[in-house]
């Protein structure tokens, strides 16, 4: 059975941090490229970040480049995201994705096999 469990969100105040993580299970981890999105009510999940399946080629959304970093430990099967500063627009849900393919970039949703269910992220001015 695939999970992916995200956990380390929370609220905080503008130019402070939070490192998600995103614990993977039930399939080749190792193998596939993963990804963070995030989500408000009433408009489309939006990509923040993905990462290569060895872990060589990271992507960032223009919105969050220089402020987010991508990381995965393979051997732990856990996904991170490293946020800093933060800024009140980052307020969503944030979402792990998995591909089953090597290398994907996080411009869109659709394409992505598996999802976690979300942890809620709250910045405040």
Partial sequence: QVQLVESGG???QAGGSLRLSCVASGFM????????FRQVPGKEREGVASIS??????????????????????????LY?????????DTAMYYCAADRRSYCYAYAAHGFNYWGQGTQ???SS
């Fill in 10 to 12: 929370g609220s905080v």
């Fill in 29 to 36: 981890y190792s193998r596939s490229c993963m990804a963070w």
């Fill in 53 to 78: 399946a060895d872990g060589s080629t990271p992507f960032y959304a223009n919105s969050v480049k220089g402020r987010f970093t991508i990381s995965r430990d393979n051997v732990k099967k856990t």
């Fill in 81 to 89: 995201l490293q946020m800093m500063p933060l800024k009140p627009e």
């Fill in 121 to 123: 992220v709250t910045v």
